[in-house]
């Protein structure tokens, strides 16, 4: 009698072993361990590089346009990377370019990284950008402005643009886009870590980045790529720290500040147990320079990315903010590591970025 109990439940644990089953396949990756993240890191090289834009793009629109793609000044601009022996780029996409042309896009990203791995270099992309410093808040594609002289990246152009990021109705295209590229290049060893969304909320729209954020982070997680994903933490507000630190499988954050700042930054993110890389610093005028922190950085063992190589249309020598009725800049270079001609703007730093790249 009781065997015939037994059976007649058998269908019942059979239909619910299966709805599990279906419930867990449903559910999305979680992020990695902190054991898998260092495993991934122990792995890699002392990551040492650079937010890249080449100095012919005004924007990150015309890093990748049709109008305006130079792989030909790419190749030339990744070997001064090459040469310092510095590893890895991070660079944003541009969502107005894929939905142009995904398949144009998607073929122009991977001559990218074709030019990137044949200089020893890394790739960090970003999907979205929230940041602007002119009126341009929605790309377009085609030729862009010429910059106005003595406007610090007057015409940046975030990704997709702060109407996307705010009209929840467009973010199934988003979607799109996020797992076209994502699935298209999961286990692409020449990617080492996705970025997901620069800066969120660094816009005056400010928290209506929110549902964008967290449904990049599901969208990532349920293409669930080879790779290590990350946010990076930078402005300092705790409640968006908290959901990048529990989302991210290695920890990123932003710190333009001097080394005794720096450093208490740095250890503010190693505390939180995972591999650590600042994906943003050097700031001249601020004390953030090569001879303090990245040596800090290297003694540490945590990534090292500053903005940026060439300086170029984005004027980003200039401060922050800065405004031609300001008058002429004769200050320290903000960011960029050569001039225009590719000639060093100084070659003491350039030297010791060498040494520290020495294995």
């Known amino acids: 009698m009781k065997k015939m109990r037994n059976f007649k439940r058998l269908p019942f644990v059979i239909v619910f072993l299966c709805l599990v089953s279906l419930l867990a396949k449903a559910q999305p990756n979680q992020p990695w361990s902190p054991e898998k ?29 049709k109008t305006t793609f130079s792989a030909k000044a790419i190749d030339r601009e990744l070997a001064l990377m090459e040469d310092l022996g510095m590893n890895c780029v ?17 073929k122009t990203f991977r001559r990218f990284l074709d030019i990137a791995q044949k200089h020893g270099i890394l790739v960090m992309p970003i999907f979205f950008d929230d940041c602007a410093f002119g009126v341009n808040t929605d790309p377009v594609v085609g030729r862009q402005s010429e910059p106005l002289e003595g406007w610090y990246a007057w015409a940046w152009s975030p990704s997709p643009g702060y109407s996307m990021v705010v009209d929840e109705r467009e973010h199934p295209k988003l979607e799109t886009y996020v797992k076209d590229i994502m699935q298209t290049f999961r286990d692409d060893k020449r990617i080492f870590c996705w970025d997901l969304y620069n800066e969120p909320t660094n816009s005056r729209f400010s928290k209506m980045s929110w549902p964008l954020l967290r449904k990049v982070f599901r969208w990532a997680r349920e293409v669930g790529p080879s790779q290590p994903i990350t946010s ?82 984005t004027q980003t020598h200039l401060p922050w903010g800065h405004r031609p009725e300001q008058g002429a800049y004769d200050g320290p270079w903000q960011h960029d590591l050569y001039r225009g001609d590719l000639t060093p703007y100084d070659a003491e730093e350039l030297n010791l970025i060498k040494q520290l790249n020495i294995p």
């Open 37 to 65: 993240a260092w495993e991934w890191y122990n792995r890699m090289p002392w990551l040492n590089g650079v937010n890249y834009i080449p100095a012919y793009a005004v924007n990150y629109t015309a890093m990748w346009d």
């Open 90 to 106: 991070r660079v944003v996409m541009q969502h107005a370019v894929y939905a142009d042309d995904a398949k144009y896009f998607k």
């Open 232 to 313: 990076g933490i930078w402005n300092g507000n705790a409640e968006l720290e908290t959901f990048l630190t529990e989302n991210s499988d290695v920890i990123t954050f932003h710190q333009y500040d001097n080394k005794e700042e720096t450093q208490k930054g740095m250890e503010r993110m190693k505390a939180k147990g995972r591999p650590v890389i600042c994906t943003e610093w050097m700031n001249r005028p601020r004390k953030s320079l090569v001879a303090d922190i990245m040596p800090m950085f290297k003694e540490n063992r945590v990534g090292s990315m500053l903005w940026g190589l060439v300086n170029g249309k």
